[in-house]
């Protein structure tokens, strides 16, 4: 299956997009089903997200970090695994950006024949969480 892709644009500089959206500590405040986010080390981070009522947890690896334009993470461990990427281009002379993101998902054992509901869920949760970035960076977070 073909991953995820969604653009969005952001009335705000690349480098300023490119932070706030690449840093998982901040994650919980436009990702609704983040709960938490926990930095164990300069390029893993745990993320506990509510999924159908229940509290999952996810250990990623940041796989590239190229700012103020590339950024990619993917899942490290558990049944169901995630792969990010966020590509930030500058528009209008760097006054605005034009966002990217990519997502899709790995099953290992049992997650294999859930993959496609995940992936369902994600296709309607995540232009929220787009949207709530976009609020977040125009209104200077």
Request: aromatic content about 6%.
């Amino acid at each position: 299956m073909a991953p995820l892709v969604s653009t969005i644009e952001i009335a705000r500089p690349p480098d300023e997009v490119f932070a706030y959206a690449t840093d998982p500590s901040r994650f919980a405040e436009w990702q609704p089903d983040v709960v938490r986010v926990r930095l164990l080390d300069g390029s893993r981070f745990t993320t506990i997200r509510r999924i159908r009522g229940a509290e999952r947890t996810m250990s990623q690896q940041i796989t590239q970090n190229e700012a103020p334009h590339s950024w990619a993470a993917r899942g490290i461990d558990g049944p169901i695994r995630p792969h990010a990427t966020i590509t930030v281009e500058p528009i209008e002379d760097g006054t605005r950006s034009r966002v990217t993101f990519t997502l899709d998902f790995e099953g290992r054992g049992l997650g294999v024949p859930l993959v496609p509901l995940v992936r369902r869920q994600a296709r309607h949760a995540a232009p929220t969480s787009y949207q709530n970035l976009k609020r977040l960076l125009e209104r200077g977070h």
